[in-house]
């Protein structure tokens, strides 16, 4: 079994992404690895390849272990290792060919080398432990060379590029220093894309082209307002629409190379609006352009599904995404993946949680109080309705439910009401509570059948809140009780 480590970066905002996208932020593309500073790499199916015979020696380098790194998505895992001789030199060699795409040939602690894997498996790297790029010299791989020799080109005009940007920072826009710079960083764009122009025609076919190109990001389309300003807007969706036009989604070698997350990252996180509407458009999109049944469908489906867990996200409705995501691509048909137990498990959870996505009229509730008495959420007259699921055993429950009544006490006047639901407890224990809080609104039911609230309102945690309007629509869920002002002012606002 491979033992896999997860190197997963973290969020950047859309802000960051705009402002760095005004300053030719397209210059280095998302085949670097964000996380260690490593480029990633291609793959192309096993039914070619040879069995290995990998030679690496690298001067200077004392004995030791040297393992090969292989990758999956943004996790790791070894490959093979072999033991690095007296002069440097670790030999490969097996009868199985090695999965293809992007590898580290790594000595734990001290230094790694970068590799692409493809169908041709016979190949020397050498070079020296103090200058491992500069010195590279390949041999018998086509693939490497090129790695190399782009690699060479990027590391002489990267630190130019880092001084000219840093620089134009601090110019105002439009002053002679400011212009100058941004001239010559459109230059070294150009001298980027000749040079990359020219491998691309020369060699075609190689897993080194299909490669980059999978990372390349696309221009930056100076698009202005008519007051002369840049439309932002309109910069960041022909961007986001042009994302993927570069990647073969019939190569699945791409999905052993970091490339394919760190662009699905990138896509969801940085360039998508965070709310569940441009979210679900977005996943959509892409879903869409890639084959059923493919290793890239299952990656993505999944992927967003864990992204967007309810129980993790701090999205207000991240169950909207969820829902919209198992529904349409975790069915039995679809989900070639997974068997058909954990398909209905999803289907049913997505089920559970439909009726109260923000958007949709809020399910009418219908419980007994405890005195016994129906109360339903249908039959309070309050413009705004508070729908409150706590549970008398939840630490936070202790901290926002006093914060709740507070909250009641001020806001009842100007029209607000409250529903409390106790979930996970006993009758003695839910009465006990509502008497330590001094609970001051009158509508607090309890079922221990749980019948009244299933598929209704959904609740992963405890304290769950949810804000109705005037016409029982969910406008706001997963709040905290400091927060449910700001969404009924908001709505109060939308209505003058």
Known sequence: ??????????????????????????????????????????????????????????????????????????QQYKLDSARIDATGTAHFKQNAPYQQGFVYFMVQDKFSIQALISEDQTFSLTTNLNNIVGDMVVKGSIDNELYYRNAVFESEQRPVFNTLNSQLQGYIEGSVEYTRNKEALAKLLEERK??????????????????????????????????????????VYNYRTQFWDDVDFTDERLIYTPVISNKLKRYIDELTPQNPDSIMYSADYLMSMVPEKSEYYKYFANWIVTHYDPKESTLMDPQAVFTNMVEQYFTYDKAFWADSTTVFSLQQRAYEMSASLVGKKGPNVEAANPNGKAQSIYAMDAPYIIVYMYTPSCEHCAVETPK?????????????DVFGIAVDTEHQEWVDYIAKNKMPWVNNVFDPTNKAIYAKYFVDVTPEIYVLNPERIIIAKN??????????????????
Request: one cysteine or more.
């Open 479 to 496: 709040l905290k009780v400091e927060q449910i002002a700001t969404m009924i002012e908001r709505d109060m606002a939308s209505r003058k």
């Open 1 to 74: 079994m491979q033992q896999f480590i997860n190197f997963a970066g973290t969020k950047s905002k859309l802000m960051r992404f705009l402002i760095v996208l005004s300053l030719f932020f397209g210059l280095f593309s998302c085949t670097e690895n964000s996380g260690s500073g490593n480029p990633a790499a291609v793959s192309t199916g096993q039914s070619n390849a040879e069995a290995p015979d990998i030679t690496v020696q690298v001067a200077g380098a004392a004995q030791d272990w040297m393992y090969i790194i292989g990758t999956y998505t943004d």
């Open 194 to 235: 000749a040079h990359l122009k020219d491998i691309f025609t020369s060699y075609p076919n190689s897993f080194f082209v299909s490669f980059k190109k999978a990372g390349q990001n696309p221009d930056v389309q100076e698009i202005r307002l008519p007051d002369g300003s840049l439309d932002r807007q309109s910069q």
């Open 404 to 416: 709740l009544v507070e909250f009641y006490k001020q806001w009842h006047p100007k029209g607000v």
